[in-house]
């Protein structure tokens, strides 16, 4: 079975600096998918970021990018130039051969003014 | 982008009366649908995973007989909780996923807060 570590629960960061959410995996699995979801205070989650394993490039979106690290397991979420609305709870999360994904416990990222 | 809804957005009941949560997928067809469970501050939970034409597999501990799953067609999954009581009380999140292949592809309602008095 899939486990999903997110050693951070909360974290705080000044508005426009950088910041940088933990997340590590374990999996006996060689082909799988990792998200970074973002659950602001509405409580909708959206998809921050998408990493496929096979693909050694570390994905971006924006002022989101991950470091993916395939050998250690570790999918980290780095945020720069923080603004006030990314203020949220942010779930790392596991996708493999199941059909359904693993959630972390979850990292609540408050940007201070 | 692939939207999922979710009916009602808020929703309260008096013990013992049965509460359905709809969600579809708005546009494209989905094969499987996730239902969810989220406390506050804590991650979700999966409940049950649905699957259309076919009954619903739970999740160890999820009574199925209280939360009734039904995914009668390719865009509606409902979610039936049945004699409800205070302790059902939660946020209950779907999630919809294409007819791809792998967790590729998941896409979330907006939630349903269930208040049970």
């Known amino acids: 079975a899939q486990t999903v570590t997110q050693s951070q629960p909360e974290m705080s960061v000044q508005e426009a600096e950088t910041v940088t959410l933990s997340c590590t995996y374990d999996?006996?699995?060689?082909?799988?998918?990792l998200f970074w979801y973002k659950q602001p205070p509405s409580r909708q989650m959206i998809l921050v970021i998408r990493?496929?394993?096979?693909?050694?490039q570390n994905a971006t979106e924006n002022r989101f990018s991950v470091n993916f690290q395939k050998a250690a397991k570790s999918f980290s979420l780095k945020i720069s130039d923080s603004q006030l609305g990314d203020t949220a709870m942010y779930f790392c999360a596991f996708g493999g051969s199941a059909r359904q994904l693993t959630f972390g416990s979850g990292t609540q990222l408050t940007v201070l003014p | 982008g692939a939207v999922v809804s979710q009916h009602p957005s808020r929703v309260i009941c008096k013990s013992g009366t049965s509460v359905k949560i709809e969600c579809r997928s708005l546009?494209?067809?989905?094969?499987?649908m996730f239902w969810y469970r989220q406390f506050p501050k804590q991650s979700l939970m999966l409940m049950a995973t649905s699957n259309e034409g076919s009954k619903a597999t739970y999740e160890q501990g999820v009574e199925k007989d209280k939360f009734l799953i039904n995914h009668a067609s390719l865009t509606l999954s409902t979610l039936t909780v049945t004699s409800a009581h205070p302790e059902d009380s939660s946020f209950y999140i779907c999630?919809?996923?294409?007819?791809?292949?792998?967790?590729?592809?998941?896409?979330f309602g907006p939630g349903t807060r269930l208040t049970v008095t």
């Open positions: 990493q496929e394993a096979y693909k050694q």
């Open positions: 999996t006996s699995e060689n082909n799988y998918y």
């Open positions: 546009d494209f067809q989905a094969t499987t």
């Open positions: 999630s919809a996923k294409g007819t791809s292949g792998g967790a590729s592809e998941q896409y």
